[in-house]
């Protein structure tokens, strides 16, 4: 018998004729077997019991529909949840879901490693192993999916405002391990069945992609149709202090990045993110501010402020709250709309900039030492 392939690996149009094979399906089948996969959070063939049985018995032969393993699953005070996935054939990759009010945000990773080699990274140290596929990316999202309808969360962090329990992933974020245009075909492929009303059905407007600055790929997501929010990771002013901080800045500068950030389409009240990891003593100057500002002031856009969160082995520092402060404060002033990221997760080494498995790309669960956990109850 051959071996199974990942069915969400193909694209939803696909379904119909893939599922029919030598027979004939009504196309209807495709949509009741999404409806099982997306809302229903099913990965058992078995389970969808409004299909034929001779039709179950057939695809489950031929089409996977299994689920990353969840390895372990840490916990932090805020209600932050970062998990270990086992892929196929043993490698490992982190999301995170973020509880904030009424969002549950799912940080997804889109490749194992990456290649980047961002100095204030952590992930940067695992080096890139490979691209994840389509069936990986949206199978961070059915693990989550499946994890929060069995143990809804909370915003822990507002002890005296009391915040709703989240059953499901409401927002995402592709800000996990890897580069996402640096997988760009499978990347898209997976916005489309993340938006699609036979998907998961979440709104563009609540998915955020997040760059290193690849500009060419920041073009082809504008005209990929898929209107999706676009975080740009800046962290520096100038060439020579982002080429020193960010090395993918040698390919592409930044005068590269903001002419591609202006060929994209934005709709009404949709602006750009420039994402700036404040580096004490490195990024955080006020001259620094003051030339971002000017850098900055011709677009639609805002600046997000990250204090760099810390991890073993790393030399740089958080900046002090007053000097934080008086960066957004000269951005402000300068007309550049500036906020101040939360730190969520830093306990559990979930925030950003913190994701990452061990220097070696080759790691796999055989020298992990984090352990396995099931579902408790079939949902």
Request: hydrophobic content about 35%.
């Amino acid at each position: 018998m051959p071996p199974k392939m990942p069915l969400l690996d193909h694209p939803l149009s696909e379904w119909p004729s893939l599922l029919s094979g030598d027979r004939t399906v009504p196309a209807y089948r495709a949509r009741q077997v999404a409806q099982w996969i997306f809302r229903q959070n099913v990965s058992e063939w078995e389970r969808m019991k409004n299909l034929p049985g001779d039709d179950r018995r057939r695809w489950s032969d031929r089409w996977d529909l299994s689920l990353p393993i969840v390895r372990d699953e840490k916990r932090s005070r805020d209600g932050t949840r970062k998990l270990l996935l086992e892929l196929s054939g043993g490698a490992l990759i982190e999301s995170v879901l973020i509880p904030r009010d009424d969002r549950a945000t799912l940080c997804v990773s889109s490749q194992v490693g990456c290649g980047i080699g961002c100095r204030f990274c952590r992930t940067a140290e695992m080096g890139l192993v490979r691209n994840l596929s389509v069936s990986e990316i949206l199978g961070q999202v059915r693990v989550a999916n499946r994890l929060l309808a069995e143990a809804p969360v909370r915003d822990m962090s507002k002890e005296t405002d009391p915040t709703p329990f989240l059953s499901r992933v409401n927002h995402l974020v592709f800000m996990g391990m890897g580069e996402p245009l640096a997988n760009f075909d499978h990347l898209v492929r997976s916005l489309a069945v993340l938006t699609s009303p036979e998907g998961f059905g979440l709104s563009s407007r609540r998915i955020t992609v997040s760059t290193s600055g690849l500009a060419g790929r920041i073009r082809d997501l504008g005209t990929s149709g898929i209107a999706v929010n676009l975080a740009v990771s800046l962290s520096a002013p100038t060439e020579e202090l982002r080429e020193n901080l960010m090395p993918i800045s040698r390919h592409h500068p930044i005068r590269s990045i903001l002419s591609a950030c202006r060929a994209y389409p934005l709709r009404n009240r949709q602006r750009i993110t420039f994402e700036y990891v404040l580096l004490g003593g490195v990024n955080d100057g006020e001259g620094q501010a003051r030339e971002l500002a000017r850098l900055l002031a011709p677009f639609r856009s805002k600046v997000n402020l990250i204090p760099f969160n810390p991890y073993p082995g790393s030399p740089y520092h958080r900046p002090d709250k007053d000097r934080v402060r008086r960066f957004q404060e000269i951005l402000q002033a300068k007309g550049v709309t500036a906020t101040l990221r939360t730190t969520r997760g830093e306990d559990i080494l979930g925030a950003c900039g913190q994701l990452a498995l061990s220097p070696s790309p080759a790691l796999t669960m055989e020298s992990s030492t984090w352990k396995t956990i099931d579902f408790s109850t079939p949902v």
